[in-house]
T-cell receptor
Framework: AQSVSQHNHHVILSEAASLELGCNYSYGGTVNLFWYVQYPGQHLQLLLKYFSGDPLVKGIKGFEAEFIKSKFSFNLRKPSVQWSDTAEYFCAVGVYGGSQGNLIFGKGTKLSVKP | DADVTQTPRNRITKTGKRIMLECSQTKGHDRMYWYRQDPGLGLRLIYYSFDVKDINKGEISDGYSVSRQAQAKFSLSLESAIPNQTALYFC??????????????FGPGTRLTVL
């Protein structure tokens, strides 16, 4: 069965620090990859997604992610975080032609940014 | 107006009670999903529906049932609520794209507490 691993449960950074959140998945076929963000008390919102083409994907609010097929990874990055980036971040994988067409979510990484 | 709405937003109930959570969407999407979110566990799929006549069990369907009343409406029922069903419940929708798993759009969530 496919699975998604997010390496860090809780990351604490100071404002202006750089961010990298790890995401690895287990599936050998074609995948769609997503990062969602959940701000405190809110629902999940799409940050960025990768379907095909350039493996470096840019999303909203200065976030980007790089798909490295050989490493089964889709790490999320931001050069300089802000206090408003405090949220929980979820990586998700969808498989091409999968029987469910569903997303499999990682367990999430909570990011706390200190002002 | 929100594209995906959920009612109620908060609910406290007692063990053994029947509870229905409702989801409506105006996005015109065929696919709808119910997830539950627990701290440290991420999102887990309960049920999903690819159209009005298609209902499928997800990862954790035991103790839950669903009804797809129309393209726009997808309800989740707990026939006899138990305390470990205390969680945050999210509805989501998506539109399939050529065999790929497309972006899912989430509702605001229902916080359910079972005493």
């Amino acid at each position: 069965a496919q699975s998604v691993s997010q390496h860090n449960h809780h990351v604490i950074l100071s404002e202006a620090a750089s961010l990298e959140l790890g995401c690895n998945y287990s599936y050998g076929g074609t995948v769609n990859l997503f990062w969602y963000v959940q701000y405190p008390g809110q629902h999940l919102q799409l940050l960025l997604k990768y379907f095909s083409g350039d493996p470096l994907v840019k999303g909203i609010k200065g976030f980007e992610a790089e798909f490295i097929k050989s490493k089964f990874s889709f790490n999320l990055r931001k050069p300089s975080v802000q206090w408003s980036d405090t949220a929980e971040y979820f990586c998700a994988v969808g498989v091409y032609g999968g029987s469910q067409g569903n997303l499999i979510f990682g367990k999430g990484t909570k990011l706390s940014v200190k002002p | 107006d929100a594209d995906v709405t959920q009612t109620p937003r908060n609910r406290i109930t007692k063990t053994g009670k029947r509870i229905m959570l409702e989801c409506s969407q105006t996005k015109g999407h065929d696919r709808m999903y119910w997830y539950r979110q627990d701290p440290g566990l991420g999102l887990r799929l309960i049920y999903y529906s690819f159209d009005v006549k298609d209902i499928n069990k997800g990862e954790i369907s035991d103790g839950y049932s669903v009804s797809r009343q129309a393209q726009a409406k997808f309800s989740l029922s707990l026939e006899s609520a138990i305390p470990n069903q205390t969680a945050l419940y999210f509805c989501a929708t998506s539109d399939p794209t050529s065999g790929y798993t497309d972006t899912q759009y989430f509702g605001p969530g229902t916080r359910l507490t079972v005493l």
